[in-house]
């Protein structure tokens, strides 16, 4: 079997987004990205939330930017704040990316992370 040269990574320009959710009696920080819009991104979080907790939580969007590859930098984010990781009481679609700090260390961590990577040309779209 021929083998092909090792592909480059995708690279995508989207939006990587903090909300900040009020669940389980606490504010948590959801780190999370989109190809659309952070703001359609917190409307189905809100219905998946709905799903199991039978309540809409406050979700307030923190920052959007659009970044030239949302998917690495969403990961170095991730991978940053991994100790601050929140486990909510009940899963749902999003969960796994929800940490609980303070939020001075989540937006140092976000500028850090989008400043390593390139700005996309269009920033901070909002579509409905």
């Known amino acids: ?48 939330i709905h799903g199991v907790y039978k309540f809409l939580p406050k979700i307030e969007i923190l920052r959007n930017d659009r970044t030239h590859n949302n998917y690495v930098v969403e990961a170095a984010l991730l991978e940053r704040l991994k100790e601050h990781r929140y486990y909510p009481a009940f899963e749902f679609d999003g969960c796994s990316e929800l940490v609980e700090c303070d939020l001075t260390i989540v937006e140092l961590a976000y500028v850090e992370c989008m400043n390593a990577d390139y700005p996309a040309q269009v920033r901070n779209l909002i579509e409905i």
């Open 1 to 48: 079997m021929a083998r092909g040269k090792a592909r480059e990574p995708r690279k995508i320009d989207g939006e990587v987004y903090l909300l900040r959710i009020e669940l389980d009696g606490k504010s948590v920080i959801k780190i999370g990205t989109t190809n659309r819009c952070a703001l359609k991104r917190a409307l189905e979080l809100s219905e998946a």
